[in-house]
């Protein structure tokens, strides 16, 4: 069975030189990280996930406190593609998961963090001082939970004493993931870049509604949820575009990625490593080592011998 | 258009069965899951009040199928009290399924743990040598007993009851019956589903005895479709590795039989 033999299976990998990409301080194996939100609960899985191809993996975003997130239905899917989520943020909490994550040794793991206010962030970073991990990734931009995500990502003057305070309590690179809100995007990313942000995640799900006509009523029972998976890639790629030709920061594309092509585009528009969620509602975890090997071909082809002679070519022309 | 197995499919419950004081049956029409393998579930909407994954119950009208739910927490009471002619919304099915052998088997059910057992019999061949174990608290905790000896009317079977109480059938734990049966014969294949110390006893007797056996197991489900991570046991995912895994692998898992986790993600003892 399969299922036996990953558990047998050592951590072993050739890392192929072609495929390591550097995120500013961020050094990667490879360019494909899984998603915060998804499967982040349990370093059994980090391992499982990286043996499976990923370059990093980034953890459910935690929170000071433990939170249950909503009740069921916290998952719609789209018909013809994509996933509506509300899933609310569930997470053991900031203290409860850096125990957890104490005996990692392998994998590359950056720690999603959502909160109010820059003491909630401050209290959340010394919880993790001895656990080894790659970066800090700041949620700006989670559509459905209230006080947090992008009703702090809206709010570039609070985005600006959360980035300034994160950054003077940690020497780990700090990642910022924003998202389409009620602001101008693009604000909140030159907010952060101004407080000394290392690098930006774009995008976060896209705030929407499932409705079903049989029952005349909303789905999810947070009625608003998250919109992920192929019906955002276009935005996604467009806000990736904006950022790069406006400013000079390393960023992590993300939204609706689930090919080989779709992560080549990414980069193209300036991307220096994607990551990737929804995909794997369809595809499975396979659809890291599928990506890997997708993206190799194309620089066989093109003549590529690392991910960094790809960055933004698509602006040059 | 091609049915999204995703998608909710609104379904009416067109007829309900007391199964005992806490556990009905809800009937409905739907082909996809009539035709489910045994192990599979579906996640269960009930409309604006929770969803759930249950495993889906055989129905002996084509083209039908059904839940049985205990009441318990907010969203099984939720879909044990919806009444005739009300909606639910159906997604799946997910997971895989049991690895049915051939000749003497062992089923061991308890509670509703019993209803992917009562699907796994209507896959035995004539030819199987079939004992199905189900344990139960007290006598009015009984249920699918006649169900079961019907389903095996054809094959060379048992049905053993158990109960903690000694109220009806054996009296005790279901595992000590377990143990007396893996003593006393070879079986071929061992299935379990139903309160993990229960499958954990009996996947521990059978796996010390070099016995095949695979259980299905239960953990919180949100997505069940490999996004959330909400079920995971050790590394495996129950909704997309699971529901149903080896002997073999889950004594090699070290949640099994000791944590699960809650809506937060955290472990807690069983």
């Not at chain 1, 980034?58 to 239905?73: A, F, H, I, M, Q």
């Not at chain 2, 059910?109 to 796994?120: I, Q, S």
Request: with cysteine; net charge neutral.
């Amino acid at each position: 069975m399969n299922q036996l033999l990953y558990s047998k299976l050592p951590i072993f990998f050739k890392v192929n030189p072609s495929l390591i990409t550097s995120v500013g301080k961020i050094c990667l194996d490879r360019p494909v990280m899984l998603a915060s939100g998804i499967l982040g609960i349990s370093l059994d899985v980090f391992n499982r996930l990286y043996r499976s191809g990923a370059g990093a993996v980034v953890t459910k975003s935690l929170s000071t406190e433990p939170w249950d997130g909503y009740p069921n239905p916290t998952i719609f899917s789209v018909n013809g593609g994509g996933w509506i989520n509300a899933v609310g943020l569930s997470n053991p909490g900031a203290q409860n998961f850096a125990k957890m994550i104490e005996s990692n040794v392998d994998v590359p793991i950056i720690v999603s963090l959502v909160g109010s206010i820059p003491e909630d962030f401050e209290s959340m970073i010394m919880q993790f001082k001895n656990c080894k991990i790659t970066a800090f990734e700041l949620n700006l931009s989670c559509p459905h939970v209230a006080k947090v995500g992008l009703e702090v990502g809206d709010d570039p003057e609070l985005v600006k004493k959360i980035v300034s305070a994160v950054k003077t309590s940690t020497n780990i690179p700090v990642i910022a993931k924003v998202g389409l809100g009620t602001s101008n995007y693009l604000n909140t990313v030159n907010a952060a870049i101004d407080s000394g942000i290392d690098a930006i995640t774009a995008i976060n799900t896209v705030r929407a509604i499932a409705i079903d006509v049989e029952t005349q009523r909303p789905i999810l029972s947070n009625k608003f949820g998250g919109l992920s998976g192929t019906p955002i890639k276009p935005v996604a790629l467009r806000c990736v575009y904006e950022i790069s030709s406006k400013y000079d920061i390393p960023i992590i594309g993300c939204g609706g990625i689930s090919t080989w092509e779709d992560a080549v585009e990414f980069i193209l528009a300036g991307s220096s490593a994607v990551q990737l969620g929804s995909a794997i509602g369809s595809n499975w975890i396979h659809v890291f080592n599928d990506i890997n090997h997708g993206i190799l071909e194309y620089m066989k082809r093109k003549g590529y011998s690392k991910i960094d002679e790809m960055i933004g070519l698509a602006k040059k022309s | 258009m091609q049915r999204n197995h995703n998608h909710p499919k609104i379904c009416i419950v067109e007829k309900v069965i007391d199964e005992t004081p806490t556990v009905r049956t809800l009937i409905f029409s739907d082909d996809v899951m009539h035709n489910v393998l045994p192990g599979q579930f579906a996640m269960v909407w009930i409309p604006g009040l929770n969803e759930l994954p249950m495993s889906v119950m055989v129905s002996k009208e084509s083209g039908k199928a059904a839940f049985t739910v205990r009441k318990h927490g907010l969203a099984s009471t939720g879909l044990y009290n919806v009444q005739v002619g009300q909606q639910i919304g159906v997604r799946g099915p997910y997971g895989n399924s049991f690895d049915l052998k051939q000749g003497k088997l062992l089923l061991v059910g308890g509670g509703t743990g019993l209803v992917p057992m009562m699907r796994l019999l209507t896959f035995v061949k004539p030819t199987d040598d079939v004992t199905l174990v189900i344990g139960a608290k007290s006598k009015n905790e009984v249920f699918f007993e006649e169900l079961a000896n019907d389903l095996l009317k054809n094959n060379v079977h048992r049905v053993i009851i158990t109960t903690d109480d000694g109220s009806y059938g054996e009296k005790g734990f279901v595992t000590n019956t377990i143990e007396k049966l893996v003593n006393e014969n070879r079986f071929d294949g061992i299935y379990t589903c139903g309160p993990e110390i229960m499958m954990y006893k009996t996947v521990q007797l059978a796996h010390s005895k070099g016995l095949f056996v695979q259980a299905s197991l239960e953990r919180t489900m949100k997505c069940g479709v490999g996004i959330c991570g909400s079920c995971c046991i050790g590394e495996d995912l129950v909704c997309k590795d699971g529901t149903v895994f080896d002997g073999d692998h889950l004594m090699s898992n070290h949640e099994f039989g000791s944590f699960h986790r809650n809506k937060a993600g955290i472990l807690e003892n069983y």
